[in-house]
């Protein structure tokens, strides 16, 4: 069982930034994968962003470039770096790690961006 709690969400304008960070319970070294999904209104769930062991991380076409998904080992954290915001990144924004195969997802946090 992993147990993922997101924070960072908010009100910014266009062209701002935000760091999303979501805490693991467990030693994320030890997980296949994490990512960041977001779900817009009405919207299927998406990837955003994905790092594997390695830190090999892949990205949504739609953020790239914007966007840097990122660990820390020893806070057991991985990060979502969010600059020029748009408008359309209006979601809320959900962690998932995987592990022996298994999804485990966090909450979610609400980014909510103004233009």
């Known amino acids: 069982q992993v147990q993922l709690v997101e924070s960072g969400g908010g009100l910014v304008q266009a062209g701002g930034s935000l760091r999303l960070s979501c805490a693991a319970s467990i030693r994320i070294f030890r997980l296949n994968a994490m990512g960041w999904y977001r779900q817009a209104p009405g919207k299927q769930r998406e990837l955003v962003a994905l790092i594997t062991g390695g830190d090999s991380a892949n990205y949504a076409d739609s953020v790239k470039g914007r966007f840097t998904i990122s660990t820390d080992n020893a806070k057991n954290t991985v990060y979502l770096q969010m600059n020029s915001l748009k408008s359309e990144d209006t979601a809320v924004y959900y962690c998932?790690?995987?592990?022996?195969?298994?999804?485990?997802w966090g909450k979610g946090t609400l980014v909510t961006v103004s233009s």
């Open positions: 998932n790690a995987n592990h022996y195969g298994l999804d485990y």
